[in-house]
């Protein structure tokens, strides 16, 4: 089983930048077993892929969206994954969760994701 645990979410303004943290338990294999993956929900809206990246961490996938302005990356000696969001827009405003999968390869869809975090607002005005 995995546990995870999102932080660094808040109010920030349009442009700003805002680092996401992800931390996990494990309980059966290592965090550098499991690939992991960002999304995001916004309000009235289903649940959207932000960005992946596969389990040792050299290869990643964006959404068009952020293509450019987000960066996924991982520690998996701190059994942490990370979300740094760079010249953030009012439309980037959601709940963001994290996501471990029990593939090794980046993963693009939700419903190959076997764990979830709790998720983070993280809200930006205009």
């Given at each position: 089983?995995?546990?995870?645990?999102?932080?660094?979410?808040?109010?920030?303004q349009?442009?700003?930048?805002?680092?996401?943290?992800?931390?996990?338990?494990?309980s059966?294999?290592?965090?550098?077993?499991?690939?992991m993956?960002?999304?995001?929900?916004?309000?009235?809206?289903?649940?959207?892929?932000?960005?992946?990246?596969?389990?040792?961490?050299?290869?990643?996938?964006?959404?068009?969206?952020?293509?450019?302005?987000?960066?996924?990356?991982?520690?998996?000696?701190?059994?942490?994954?990370?979300?740094?969001?760079?010249?953030?827009?009012?439309?980037?405003?959601?709940?963001?969760?994290?996501?471990?999968?029990?593939?090794?390869?980046?993963?693009?869809?939700?419903?190959?994701?076997?764990?979830?975090?709790?998720?983070?607002?993280?809200?930006v005005?205009?």
């Open positions: 089983q995995v546990q995870l645990v999102e932080s660094g979410g808040g109010l920030v349009a442009g700003d930048s805002l680092r996401l943290s992800c931390t996990a338990s494990t059966r294999y290592r965090f550098s077993d499991y690939a993956g960002w999304f995001r929900q916004a309000p009235g809206k289903e649940r959207e892929f932000v960005g992946g990246i596969n389990s040792n961490g050299d290869n990643t996938h964006y959404a068009e969206s952020v293509k450019g302005r987000f960066t996924v990356s991982r520690d998996n000696a701190e059994n942490t994954v990370y979300l740094q969001m760079n010249s953030l827009k009012p439309e980037d405003t959601a709940v963001y969760y994290c996501a471990a999968s029990d593939y090794t390869i980046v993963i693009l869809t939700a419903d190959q994701y076997n764990y979830w975090g709790q998720g983070t607002q993280v809200t005005s205009s």
